[in-house]
């Protein structure tokens, strides 16, 4: 008798923390954001970056995103300078942040983002906001002038989302938002000038 109430209760604590996981939809454990498409150019004596993230919309941030949370995208973009028998000395460091909130009265997304001008774009789809929050296009890394021709550069890229601040404690309530936080790993690409 002693057995089967152990038994019991070890199929209960088994199913409490397997039970979570088939709650939640496959793609939030399927997915992983990515950083792709990644181009360097040189424009007006600057070097430039483009690029885009991947798989980093899940059902639960858009249903968020349209209920008026304000979601914020993090690129970090940092410029070194290689050194074979050293640490890379970094040359600078970029925070480039895009932001989306609904406006439920005007039925907009308004989109924000840091590197541009102007820096907010009103926008009725759901789908152009998605695209201009998850693309870098010909961002300005570095003035030329700061490099040197024949050198090795690497630039490193990653992508996150800014962690939700709820007022009010309710972010111990609501912790489910975190399953669709993300970030991308390092991306390094090597430049020589």
Known sequence: MKKIKSFILYVHILLFIIYPIFLCPNNV????????????????????????????????????????????????????????WWKDKKITDLKVIHAVQYDSIKKIYKVQLSESNPKEVCLKNIEQAKKMLAHISNLKVINLKGLKKGEIYQLRLKAELDKIKLPLH????????????????????????
């Open 170 to 193: 309710l972010h111990y309530v609501l912790f489910f938002l975190s399953l669709w936080n993300f970030d991308t790993k390092w991306y390094k690409v090597n430049i020589i000038y």
């Open 29 to 84: 454990y399927a997915r992983e954001a990515y950083i792709k498409d990644i181009t360097t150019n040189i424009k007006h004596n600057y070097l430039m970056i483009s690029f885009k993230v991947t798989n980093c919309f899940t059902d639960k941030m858009i249903q968020a995103i349209k209920n008026g949370v304000n979601t914020r995208f993090v690129f970090l973009i940092r410029l070194y300078k290689v050194k074979k």
